[in-house]
């Protein structure tokens, strides 16, 4: 097992993957353990190509993150802060996966999954879980949140550590006017236009975070290198994620 989470993290680290969010554009290193939600997660696409994604603890044995980061052998590493580093960290294979029964790959609704780990986490000062919100909360545009991953830098490299950038929530007609697939009752209008700040490849599945709570997920982007760019809206999804919870 432990050579096979090497070549993993291995493999993961220097492949230049994409995804369909986007990479973290002229954000900074996070100070290490500071967000002990976050997983680095790592699978097969349909074309065996190893993938990664980001994900948030929510429950000791189910992480969140998009419906595109579906794959096979998904394996979850909590307590990571550079992911070619063992220390502090918990690798976890991914019993079950469940994503949304209305996820569309083309227009990207319901871009939500949970997935069920084969064990629970061990919580601790690098592991921890996340507050979600209340299925009435709404984040308002001009708030200000920060989103986190290992995702694609600004020099087309994988950072071997967790990078974080803070981002303005827009109001929806911004997303809306450039693409009529949005939908701003279960998505959110995510990057100022004028700032060159953004989520991309390798960071797709990762939370928005406003005030300690995970308000969205990295989703996808509306055109390459334009913002803003889309976010599952988790507050619309609380009925949902609390019945599959259940279920898992």
């Not at 074309?47 to 998904?74: P, Q, Y």
């Not at 919100?133 to 001009?142: E, L, N, Q, R």
């Amino acid at each position: 097992m432990k050579r096979m989470f090497l070549l993993l993290v291995f493999l993961v680290a220097v492949l230049p993957v994409d995804t369909e969010g986007g990479k973290i554009i002229w954000g900074t290193e996070s100070k290490p353990h500071s967000r002990p939600y976050m997983a680095f997660i790592n699978f097969y696409d349909r074309n065996l190509i190893i993938n990664r994604c980001g994900g948030f603890l929510v429950k000791e044995d189910i992480v969140m993150t998009a419906a595109h980061c579906r794959g096979s052998n998904i394996n979850v590493t909590l307590g990571a802060h550079n992911i070619r580093e063992q220390k502090n960290t918990q690798f976890i294979p991914v019993l079950k996966a469940k994503p949304h029964q209305g996820y569309n790959p083309v227009t990207h609704v319901n871009d939500i999954m949970l997935l069920k780990l084969k064990r629970k986490a061990q919580l601790n000062s690098a592991v921890n879980t996340i507050a979600l919100p209340k299925s009435k909360d709404w984040v308002k545009p001009g708030q200000v949140c920060a989103v986190a991953g290992w995702g694609t830098l600004e020099n087309c490299t994988l950072p071997n550590t967790l990078q974080e950038v803070e981002l303005e929530v827009q109001k929806g007609q911004k997303c809306y006017d450039m693409s009529k697939s949005y939908d701003d009752s279960i998505q959110l209008c995510v990057g100022n236009p004028n700032e060159k700040k953004a989520a991309a490849g390798g960071d797709s599945g990762g939370p928005l975070v406003c005030d300690g709570v995970a308000q969205g997920i990295v989703s996808y982007r509306l055109c390459p290198w334009k913002h803003p760019q889309v976010y599952t809206r988790i507050s619309s999804f609380i009925p949902w994620i609390q019945k599959t919870m259940k279920q898992l």
